[in-house]
């Protein structure tokens, strides 16, 4: 399908489905627990749920493959210490949107020159409205910030690395999972070995805390965010396999209006009209971006 008027649809329902998925995973880690053992949590859970699949199901990656495999636990586990420390020192609605709306502008970028794809200067339009949009929020979010200036920045510093992250992250993913035969194969063994390394480090973290918490909420939030996390980074996988790189990573990043439809209708936080037009820009750029190629 991968190519064809079939596999471009498809792309956009399951990078619209991936977007639900991560606002869902983003408002399950939203200031509930310490940030390296709630990601912690959910390798741990990815990493036992897609051994099984990996080892037996699927088959096994050849040695292009597996060579790209190590690339990726690498440039994952920057990403998400990167993450970890952002979380650290600023907040959840200020971190998320950084992150998310530098990543679908860079990701275009790298596209453009890895694969070769082409957008039209309306979807660069819509880009530049889901990206703005995005970080407009975020700026709205820093004006209510109340903690100490230089930690805001250290976090909003790491929060941009973050988003280059998700550019590179991104684009790697989609070579690879272009490369291998089999996409299965390549996305059991991508949740098995770059899940392996941050429970271990969590784990280490845990028993440095001075007050450590309950395990067993932590570990049961882990197993939900880990078949969250199979949707969400494996339907935007899918993707990137099917259909342009670009459209699928700024679709995605749509997230952010799904996530701030869960704040208001499901944990009541308020939007306000300034917060729903922004909100109306994203989803704006998403279309302008979907229907301008």
Known sequence: ???????????TILALVSALAH???GAMQKG??????????????????????????????NF??????????????AYKVTMALAYERAAYTVVYPVVRGTGPLVTVIAASLFFGEYFTTMQWLGVACLS???????VRNIAEEVIDPRTLKLGL????????????????????????PDPFTFLAWFFFVTAIDFPLLASWHYKRLKVQPTLG??????????????????????????????????????????????????????VGPR???LMCLVALGAVIVEMGG
């Open 64 to 77: 292009t493959t597996g060579l790209i495999l190590v690339g990726a636990i690498l440039v994952h586990f």
């Open 132 to 138: 703005g949009g995005i970080l407009l929020l975020a």
């Open 157 to 180: 510093l790491w929060a941009l690395v973050g988003g280059c992250l998700v550019a590179i992250y991104t684009t790697y993913d989609a070579y690879g999972i272009r490369q291998t």
């Open 275 to 277: 917060r729903l037009f």
């Open 23 to 25: 606002a869902v995973f």
């Open 1 to 11: 399908m991968a190519g064809t008027p079939e596999g471009a649809r498809l792309a």
């Open 217 to 270: 909420p932590l570990v049961w939030r882990g197993f939900v965010g880990a078949l969250i996390a199979w949707i969400s980074f494996g339907g935007v996988l899918l993707a990137t396999r099917l259909d342009k790189v670009g459209e699928a990573a700024v679709l995605r990043e749509t997230s952010v209006v799904f996530a701030a439809l869960i704040g208001w209708f499901i944990m009541g936080e308020k």
């Open 32 to 61: 509930r627990y310490d940030p390296w053992l709630t990601r912690g949590a959910i390798d741990g859970w990815l990493c036992i749920l897609s051994a099984p699949i990996a080892l037996f199901v699927v088959p096994w990656p």
